[in-house]
């Protein structure tokens, strides 16, 4: 493994942050996890109190991916376009 990079943004109603892995030799992305941030109060004036941080899923293992090749996310959305669990699991 290589560098990491990653990024807020919405998820629900909470914070989600992605880390995304890449590969230190070609620097293309391995792995792709997903945290959600639950917070009970959060004031970004003062401080964050009482967050909890849990990991929701890893692409590629979550969609049971080879890797995240433009290839292996073809092949899942072409899942997603007929098979309903597989779509509903994208969305959560």
Avoid: C, W
Wanted: hydrophobic residues 35%; charged residues 20%.
């Amino acid at each position: 493994m290589g560098t990491s990079s990653g990024s807020f943004s919405p998820y629900s109603s909470d914070l989600s942050a992605r880390v995304i892995q890449a590969d230190k030799a070609s620097n293309l992305p391995i792995k792709i996890d997903t945290y959600v941030i639950f917070s009970g109060n959060l004031n970004f004036k003062t401080k964050i109190v009482d967050v909890e941080l849990i990991k929701t899923h890893s692409h590629p293992d979550y969609f049971g991916m080879a890797d995240l090749s433009p290839a292996s996310y073809e092949k899942l959305i072409n899942q997603i376009k007929v098979d309903p669990d597989v779509a509903v699991k994208y969305l959560e």
